[in-house]
């Protein structure tokens, strides 16, 4: 079975500045998606950025990008110029057969 | 935006009596989900479908039913609720283009007494 990682219950930066969360996965899988999802204080589930396994390159998406690192089993997600709109929890997920599996979420705020 | 809603978004119920959550969607996608979500847990997948009356169970099924007699209904049943289902709902789908990329609707909060 897959399970996912965050090992960062909180994390607190300043507006402006660049901060990454991490996430751990494990799966015996070679083709599957990776996703981070933010959840604002309204309680909604937003997609934040996808990484497809099969693909080399790190995804990005403005101020969003991802660092995979698929020998290792990782990705984080890097927010650069964070803003006060950052603040959130986000979930690290992995997708396999149509199936997701989440991480436990890592709450994440941005301080003015 | 993928058009789901979600009902009640917001109960309050006695152990013992049952629940049902409403997902509904507008747009014909074939897939959908059930999750919950609790503090250090993130999300779990309780059970799923991939067409009418077609459904399986996820991770943490037991407790709950579900149903799905139309494309854009999901239903999600506790039969007895218990005070460990009091828990944040949510409804997601698949669109078609890519079963692997899920969107959520807004959760139900549902707290058992």
């Known amino acids: 079975a897959q399970t996912v990682t965050q090992s960062q219950p909180e994390m607190s930066v300043q507006e402006a500045e660049t901060v990454t969360l991490s996430c751990t996965y494990d799966t015996s899988e070679n083709n599957y998606y990776l996703f981070w999802y933010k959840q604002p204080p309204s309680r909604q589930m937003i997609l934040v950025i996808r990484?497809?396994?099969?693909?080399?390159q790190n995804a990005t998406e403005n101020r969003f990008s991802v660092n995979f690192q698929k020998a290792a089993k990782s990705f984080s997600l890097k927010i650069s110029d964070s803003q006060l709109g950052d603040t959130a929890m986000y979930f690290c997920?992995?997708?396999?057969?149509?199936?997701?599996?989440f991480g436990q979420g890592t709450r994440l705020t941005i301080n003015p | 935006d993928a058009g789901i809603t979600q009902s009640p978004r917001h109960k309050v119920t006695e152990t013992g009596t049952p629940v049902t959550l409403r997902c509904h969607q507008t747009e014909n996608h074939r897939y959908m989900y059930w999750y919950r979500q609790d503090p250090g847990h993130g999300l779990r997948l309780i059970h799923y479908s991939y067409g009418v009356k077609d459904t399986d169970k996820g991770e943490v099924s037991d407790g709950y039913s579900v149903s799905r007699s139309k494309t854009e209904d999901f239903l999600l049943t506790l039969e007895s609720a218990t005070s460990s289902q009091t828990s944040v709902y949510f409804c997601?789908?698949?669109?078609?283009?890519?079963?692997?990329?899920?969107?959520f609707g807004p959760g139900t909060r549902l707290t058992v007494t």
């Open positions: 990484q497809e396994a099969y693909k080399q």
């Open positions: 997920a992995f997708a396999g057969a149509q199936k997701l599996v």
């Open positions: 997601a789908i698949s669109v078609a283009r890519d079963l692997y990329e899920q969107y």
